[in-house]
């Protein structure tokens, strides 16, 4: 069975780091995109940010260029998302994801284009 599974989620203050992990089990990922996505209250799932295959390529919206980092670690089957200097805004389920499917890289930022998913794991950031 293929699973992903976050872990790493917290309660912080704004202007605090928070490093958010996904491991995968059930097959290898190193062929495949991964990406972070995020829902928060009363929003679809948005994109976060997104790695290659090759570990170089990476993605990140806006919202969180310069702030957040996102690292893979093929050996391991794992993912992760560094984030420094969060914001109550940042506040959300945030979720790991992989699409098998390396010659989309250049649409690495839409959801539909997963095809697994972790359960999520909670952010809260507040003062």
């Known amino acids: 069975q293929v699973r992903l599974v976050e872990s790493g989620g917290g309660l912080v203050q704004p202007g605090d780091s928070l490093r958010l992990s996904c491991v995968g089990s059930?097959?290898?990922?190193?062929?495949?995109?991964m990406a972070w996505f995020r829902r928060s209250p009363g929003r679809g799932r948005t994109f976060v940010a997104a790695?290659?295959?090759?570990?170089?390529?990476?993605k990140y919206a806006d919202s969180v260029k310069g702030r957040f980092t996102i690292s893979r670690d093929n050996g391991k089957n794992t993912v992760s998302l560094q984030m420094n200097s969060l914001k109550p805004e940042d506040a959300a389920v945030y979720y790991c994801?992989?699409?098998?499917?390396?010659?989309?890289?250049?649409?690495?930022?839409?959801?539909?284009?997963?095809?697994?998913w972790g359960q999520g794991t909670q952010v809260t950031v507040s003062s």
């Open positions: 790695i290659h295959a090759d570990g170089v390529r990476t």
């Open positions: 059930g097959r290898a990922f190193s062929a495949d995109t």
């Open positions: 994801a992989a699409n098998y499917d390396a010659d989309s890289w250049d649409s690495a930022f839409k959801e539909i284009l997963y095809d697994h």
